[in-house]
């Protein structure tokens, strides 16, 4: 990278840093959703999403939606991220951070890193009800065939009045009856890849001290060029 890029980049970082704790603290004490990063077209309830709107959130009773070929991320709680697939949405139901509620349509990743007794976040999918009871990564695929899987992590799936409890490795397809499977390693598809980097990123940027407790000290809905780092 050109020396003086590098520099330019620093200063616009420390500037960002700045910025963005103090909002952050402030918005992220009360409310969960944050619009965190944007790839493509992007729209909260009608209007259209820039990756260069500073702290949006999706609001109790909006929905974030995503196009074809396009993905966002949300920071629902400290360290926990919702990832959205293309021709996706989530319906925010309860934006308190310590209990937030959601519903899905399409495709979504759950990347839950700091998880305990004082918080829970619940997701809708099809018509199942989704609780994580532990750290780890989850998929939700919300359409026609729908299907839970646990990749890491527990979950407990329930459908009228029925509860399951999904391990590491494990699946259930809801168009079924809810049979416990073992998930096969499979190939990964684009939105498994694309989440995967977006984690890797994320990591990087905590180990060089641009990631807070909060989620970011950047300036949320930068779409970052993951080979910068």
Not at 32 to 51: F, N, T
Not at 88 to 110: F, N, P, R, Y
Not at 185 to 200: I, L, N, P, Y
Not at 216 to 223: A, E, I, T
């Amino acid at each position: 990278m050109n020396f003086s890029i590098y520099l330019r980049q620093t200063k616009l970082w420390t500037i960002a840093t700045i910025w963005a704790i103090g909002i952050l603290h402030g918005q992220l004490s009360t409310h969960a959703g944050l619009i965190y990063y944007v790839d493509g077209e992007v729209w909260l309830d009608q209007q259209r999403v820039s990756k260069f709107d500073p702290m949006v959130c999706v609001a109790a009773g909006h929905t974030l939606c995503t196009k074809a070929d396009t993905r966002a991320e949300l920071l629902l709680q400290p360290r926990n991220y919702l990832r959205l697939d293309a021709d996706s949405d989530v319906q925010m139901k309860s934006g308190v951070l310590s209990a937030v509620e959601l519903d899905i349509k399409g495709t979504a990743m759950l990347d839950v890193s700091a998880i305990d007794a004082r918080s829970s976040i619940v997701a809708g999918c099809n018509s199942a009800s989704v609780s994580f009871s532990k750290s780890g990564l989850y998929r939700l695929d919300c359409g026609p065939d729908g299907a839970i899987r646990v990749i890491r992590g527990r979950a407990r799936i329930s459908v009228a009045g029925r509860n399951v409890e999904l391990q590491a490795g494990q699946i259930v397809h809801l168009s079924r009856t809810l049979k416990v499977q073992k998930q096969g390693a499979g190939a990964s598809d684009k939105f498994d890849q694309w989440s995967t980097g977006r984690a890797e990123t994320l990591t990087r940027m905590e180990k060089r001290g641009a990631v807070t407790g909060f989620g970011v000290s950047q300036p949320p809905v930068v779409n970052v060029d993951p080979r910068q780092y």
